[in-house]
């Protein structure tokens, strides 16, 4: 679903409640680019959940490696500096094998652990997989039907007491559809 106006809603129903009678909906309009890029600074700066790309968790697994271990097994750094490499150029459908792919994971949950600047980022990544929908949700829903909430929406958007009553799982749900609207299908991140 690509949205064309910045003004009139799209109306989304949860997949697993397609069925209900009454359908519930959610009203989500689409932002525009001026918009999209308020609420990417707001992630950045307020939340610090800003975009984190691929070639940042590349580059800071590699200094993590070589500050862990590359001076004291030059020839193991190397080899999951490799391992890294190779995987972020597999194209879909391709994989590791499965004791490199462990190998990798392993090595990531002791950077995680032991090297401060690639635990920054995946902290960074994991804020914004968790709040990107919310903030989207706020901003970009302007109205529900036949969903039993106190829906009430402010200068800032939808009132937190009003998200406060819709299911968790819904509103990430709906606030990912809202946040997919500002880039009509595209993908960032990689």
Known sequence: MIAMSTSQPIRWTPPWREQEEPKPVYLLRAPSVTE??????????????????????????????DSLIG????????????????????????????????????AEAVLIEHY???????????????????????????GVENLDVPFARDWSGVKPEAMAAIDPLELRVAGRTAYNLAYAGQHLGN
């Open 36 to 65: 999209r890029e308020i609420l990417e600074g707001e992630l950045s700066g307020e939340h610090r959940a800003g975009i984190v790309y691929g070639f940042q968790l590349r580059a800071a697994f590699a200094a993590g490696i």
């Open 71 to 106: 001076e004291t097994a030059p020839d193991d750094a190397a080899r999951l500096k490799e391992l890294s490499a190779q995987q972020a150029a597999l194209k879909d459908g391709e994989s590791l094998a499965d004791d490199e792919i462990a190998l990798l994971e392993a």
């Open 116 to 142: 401060p600047a690639y635990r920054s980022l995946i902290a960074q990544q994991q804020r914004r997989e968790a709040l990107a929908p919310i903030v989207a949700f706020q901003k970009w829903c302007v």
